[in-house]
């Protein structure tokens, strides 16, 4: 059973950086592609960013000037650094991992595993 725990979100003031991280076990991590969604206030989830077993990566175009997505292998564990937040970042973030995939994937029904999220709030 895969299990993914997400940390780091707060908040925060406009303008401001934070690193989201998530945690995976319960399965052997190279396996897997990971990705970040979002459900901001009032909308449907969204993908964020993808990274394949390989370490490619994938964006949704408008966040890759301001969004990060990496992994560290050692530690099983992935991370999201977002720069410049505004009030329209707010929302959960969650983490989320599929297996057999070849490389990245920002759909949603790619996705087996979730974590339980972490609360990110921008003031203005």
């Known amino acids: 059973q895969v299990i993914l725990v997400e940390s780091g979100g707060g908040d925060v003031p406009s303008g401001s950086s934070v690193i989201l991280s998530c945690i995976f076990s319960g399965d052997t991590f190279s396996r897997y592609a990971l990705a970040w969604f979002r459900q901001r206030p009032g909308k449907d989830r969204e993908a964020v960013a993808s990274?394949?077993?390989?370490?490619?990566?994938q964006y949704i175009p408008p966040l890759q000037l301001r969004f990060s997505i990496t992994k560290d292998n050692t530690r099983n564990m992935i991370h999201l650094q977002m720069n410049n937040l505004t009030a329209d970042d707010t929302g959960v973030y969650f983490c989320?991992?599929?297996?057999?995939?070849?490389?990245?994937?920002?759909?949603?029904?790619?996705?087996?595993?979730w974590g339980q999220g972490t609360q990110v709030t921008v003031s203005s």
């Open positions: 989320a991992a599929a297996q057999g995939l070849g490389g990245t994937s920002t759909r949603r029904a790619d996705y087996r595993y």
């Open positions: 990274i394949g077993r390989r370490g490619g990566t």
